[in-house]
C-alpha cells in the first residue's frame, strides 16, 4: 500500500503567489514601453515612418497596380527586416467608416484576395512593418498593398484614417 502525502499549506500559497506573478508581469512588460512617442518607434522600427493622406481617386493608378504585384511583394515583406523609410498613405476616403475602397479598388481586392489576406498575415508577423504600422494605429486588416520604391523604402496603402 502507498502513502500519499499532501504538500503543505506553505508550499501551496508559495505556488500561487508564484502563479500570480507570473500572469501579471506580461501586463506590466506590456506598460513598460508604449509606442507612444517618436524616439521609441524609431528604436523599434529603425526607420523613419511618415505618413501621408490622400483620395483613393489621386493613388488610384498606384494601389491598383501594387494590388497586382501583391504575390511578388509578398516574399519581399517576409525577407525585410531593415528598412531607411516607411511612409503609409492613407486612403482617407476608403477607410470603414467611409463605405470601404471605392468598387474599382474594391474589385481589385477581391480578385487578389488570398494574396492580400497573405500579405496582411506576413505583415503582422515581421516585427519591423508591424510595429510601423501599429505606431500610426493602423490595423493589417486596413493594409490594401505595398510598393517597395526603392531599396530600403516600403510605401503602405491603407484603408483608414489617421487616429488623432
Given at each position: 500500500?502507498?502513502?500519499?502525502?499532501l504538500?503543505?499549506?506553505?508550499?501551496l500559497?508559495?505556488?500561487?503567489?508564484?502563479?500570480?506573478?507570473?500572469?501579471?508581469?506580461?501586463?506590466?512588460?506590456?506598460n513598460?514601453?508604449?509606442?507612444?512617442?517618436?524616439?521609441?518607434?524609431?528604436?523599434?522600427v529603425?526607420?523613419?515612418?511618415?505618413?501621408?493622406?490622400?483620395?483613393?481617386?489621386?493613388?488610384?493608378?498606384?494601389?491598383?497596380?501594387?494590388?497586382?504585384?501583391?504575390?511578388?511583394?509578398?516574399?519581399?515583406?517576409?525577407?525585410?527586416?531593415?528598412?531607411?523609410?516607411?511612409?503609409?498613405?492613407?486612403?482617407?476616403?476608403?477607410?470603414?467608416?467611409?463605405?470601404?475602397?471605392?468598387?474599382?479598388?474594391?474589385?481589385?481586392?477581391?480578385?487578389?484576395?488570398?494574396?492580400?489576406?497573405?500579405?496582411r498575415?506576413?505583415?503582422?508577423?515581421n516585427?519591423?512593418?508591424?510595429?510601423?504600422?501599429?505606431?500610426?494605429?493602423?490595423?493589417?486588416?486596413?493594409?490594401?498593398?505595398?510598393?517597395?520604391?526603392?531599396?530600403?523604402?516600403?510605401?503602405?496603402?491603407a484603408?483608414?484614417?489617421?487616429?488623432?
Amino acid at each position: 500500500m502507498t502513502a500519499t502525502t499532501l504538500p503543505d499549506s506553505r508550499w501551496l500559497h508559495a505556488i500561487a503567489a508564484t502563479a500570480f506573478l507570473a500572469a501579471s508581469f506580461p501586463h506590466a512588460a506590456l506598460n513598460a514601453q508604449g509606442l507612444e512617442s517618436p524616439e521609441t518607434v524609431d528604436r523599434i522600427v529603425g526607420s523613419q515612418v511618415s505618413e501621408e493622406e490622400t483620395k483613393t481617386t489621386a493613388e488610384i493608378g498606384k494601389v491598383s497596380s501594387a494590388i497586382d504585384r501583391t504575390r511578388e511583394n509578398i516574399s519581399t515583406v517576409r525577407k525585410t527586416s531593415k528598412l531607411d523609410k516607411v511612409d503609409i498613405v492613407f486612403l482617407t476616403d476608403a477607410a470603414r467608416s467611409e463605405g470601404g475602397p471605392p468598387p474599382a479598388i474594391e474589385n481589385k481586392v477581391r480578385q487578389h484576395q488570398d494574396d492580400v489576406a497573405e500579405l496582411r498575415k506576413e505583415i503582422e508577423a515581421n516585427a519591423l512593418l508591424f510595429n510601423a504600422i501599429d505606431s500610426r494605429r493602423v490595423l493589417a486588416e486596413d493594409v490594401l498593398a505595398v510598393e517597395f520604391d526603392n531599396p530600403g523604402k516600403i510605401v503602405i496603402y491603407a484603408a483608414a484614417k489617421p487616429s488623432g
